[in-house]
């Protein structure tokens, strides 16, 4: 075979698609290994060549020959598993040509995000006979990155994954021995690379590459190692540092592979240091990856993915400001992420996911709108975003998750509406927001996610209605949340979601009972406190639960008064 293994993603998932490329074809067998024989044949020192198509998938209704080709001149097939890829019709393509060729057995699958006990993330033709596949779980809850990327290696090499855990824990017990003294000695060549550059261009060139490969290690995979033992503190200066590096040097004079990596990088240092609220920090970290984003989409105008990386960038910078309250900042980058969003959909219409970041372009210049209290733009931006969905429902009927993201946008616009105290309005749209998920519960009624999204969804009508003083309509809606979460809670008492739902369902039946039968509302009333305060004792951060069981709290105080019979 030419290659060992055609590596099968979506166009979401590219980055974990390039990573697992560098490591499989980097990556050495343990010299023990060597010319033993495995499941899958001799063993050789390397895994060799790995193919991932770089090109834009083709418009047309087939794969390419270039496709289909390497397909049948690879080993193997890695599907690299997401809920973006279980929607890829071009993966459940490659998928089929391969088992077309009676190679089935040589099918690996490593999931990179989605719970394949919850929502599905395996593309279909992987899942046909009803049964999930064994996977290398590469996800911080299921394997982790390590471990998974191991346990693909001995599934493509045919041996034993515990044979092969020993001999790479004994080549890392050697080389944790200098890792200290490598990253010194890599922010010293890093330190050094700018005033070598004018005496030794193509040796600078030369160290610049492998000292971001180091640093992009310690930014990485160490920087991993030590979220784990809770040191993160220690990368703050490697990260300070990357960052004065990356500063200092002129994108024009970089590889697309090194502005590849440094854009990548920063990015990653952005988001830590928004998560520490350092935005300030965060900022020039973003700011630093959009110039190089943007000096590799101008090299290649045609490459799509150069101009999403760079959308992205647009996006994180907007975020920045807007954490700031420098709205007008951040609607100026909001604005060029929408117009980046825009040309991204209209280079490929069959590139579904970036139909998609129109709409979310949309959504977020429709909430920034409504933080500055511009309620009526707010509205007119998140509609926009809402006619794009009911579009693409409309062609894909099937697709839960699409309509998922349709009603999350309804949800939204039904809150904003009952904001601005317009209450027949908001009901309009809770009852819309009620039928998706009735649609959901009739695709997918063993789904408890859009059980626990239609009670939600009555109590939100229950609340206008009761609002709007339409008693009995707010009655109705009451009941049945409550009799589906009654149903949810006695089939797992032990799931606070569902309990939570189940006090706030009990907090309307109290309210509504109030009205002329305060003694037997009070009864409900306490019930309701009662069960909202044990989730509350469970997770008492919980704000939402909170809000509620004060709430109850003072309904009860209420029921107590003499005038409550008049409510």
Known sequence: MRYRAFLSYSHNDAHWARWLLRRLESWRVPKRL???HGRAGAIPARLGAVFRDRDELPTAGDLSSTIREALSESDALVVICSPAAARSQWVDAEVRAFMAQERAERIFCFIVEGDP???????PATIEDGRIPLAADARPEGDGKDRAFLKLVAGLLGVGYDALVQREQQRRNRRLAAVTAAA???????????????????????RQSQAEDLLGFMLGDLRKKLTTVGRLDLMRSVD??????????????????????????????????????KYPEAMRAFQQAYARTTALAARDPSNGQRLFDRAQAEYWIGNVAWQQDKFDEAERWLQRYRASAEQLAARDRSNFDWQKEVAYAHQNLAILADARGDHEGAERAMKRGLALFHGWVEQRPNDTQLRSEEATVVSWLGTNAEGQERYADAETWFTALLASYDTLRRQEPDNATWRKDWVDAQLLVTQTRFKRGDLEGARKSSEAANRLADTQVAHDPSNRVWSSQ?????????????????????????????????????????QRVVTWLERTRELQKELTTPTVATR
């Open 34 to 36: 060597v010319g033993t």
């Open 117 to 123: 006990s919850v929502d599905n993330c395996f593309p």
């Open 240 to 277: 300070d540092k990357a960052t004065t590096y990356f500063a200092e040097l002129d994108p024009r004079d970089l590889s697309d592979r090194a502005l590849e990596e440094q854009a990548r990088s920063l990015t990653g240092i952005g988001q830590v240091r928004m998560e520490e609220t």
């Open 502 to 542: 189940q006090g706030i369902a009990r907090y309307w039946r109290a309210e509504l009972m109030g009205i002329g039968q305060p003694r037997q509302a009070m009864t409900v009333a306490q019930d309701a406190e009662r069960t909202l305060a044990a989730v509350v004792a469970a997770e008492p951060t919980n």
């Open 184 to 206: 010194l000695a890599g922010m010293t060549i890093t330190s050094g690379l700018a005033i070598t550059a004018h005496v030794a261009r193509n040796d600078a060139q030369r």
